[in-house]
């Protein structure tokens, strides 16, 4: 039963597979529900930090770096440029949008893709975090409701 639960931690882990797959992946094996989505909520939100360190990290080490310097210093400051660019122009709200986007679940868009642009465009550590995590959970109870037919229940 716990190599099952780790497989559904793992694979929430996995880009493209996230949250709803894992998820989706426990009720094919029939495990308990509840626990199923705490446990791919939690794997789905071990990477946050990790990718956004790591990205900020590789770029920084390797823009000293012969023959890829070039095109790292490029991502890097064309990335703080467009960063800068977002947060004049939309404040508070690119989190907003952030959230909407973790939130919502879109096929293929998920925590490595919005931590990847975050650390890119160099945006706020603590904000990206709290914003994914949150986005991760309200995902993660639309999920739950949906799946089980909450939603016909209350509409």
């Not at 080490?61 to 703080?80: D, M, V």
């Not at 989190?95 to 919005?114: E, K, T």
């Not at 409701?145 to 909450?150: A, E, Q, S, V």
Request: net charge positive; glycine share 10%.
């Amino acid at each position: 039963m716990f190599i099952k639960y780790l497989i559904v931690f793992v694979s929430a882990m996995l880009p493209f597979i996230e949250l709803h797959g894992s998820f989706q992946m426990a009720l094919d094996l029939s495990l308990n529900k509840y626990l199923a989505l705490g446990i791919a909520i939690l794997g789905n939100m071990v990477l946050v930090p990790v990718i956004y360190i790591v990205v900020r990290k590789l770029l920084e080490w390797g823009r000293n770096k012969r023959y890829i310097g070039r095109a790292f210093t490029c991502c890097l400051l064309k990335g703080e440029k467009i960063g800068k660019k977002l947060l004049n122009r939309l404040g508070n709200g690119l989190y907003i949008i952030m959230f909407l986007i973790m939130a919502l679940g879109l096929p293929g868009i998920g925590i490595w893709l919005v931590s990847l642009f975050a650390s890119i465009f160099k945006l706020s550590y603590k904000k990206t975090i709290l914003v994914i995590i949150l986005g991760i959970l309200v995902a993660g109870i639309i999920m739950f409701l949906g799946t089980f037919g909450i939603w016909e229940m209350i509409i």
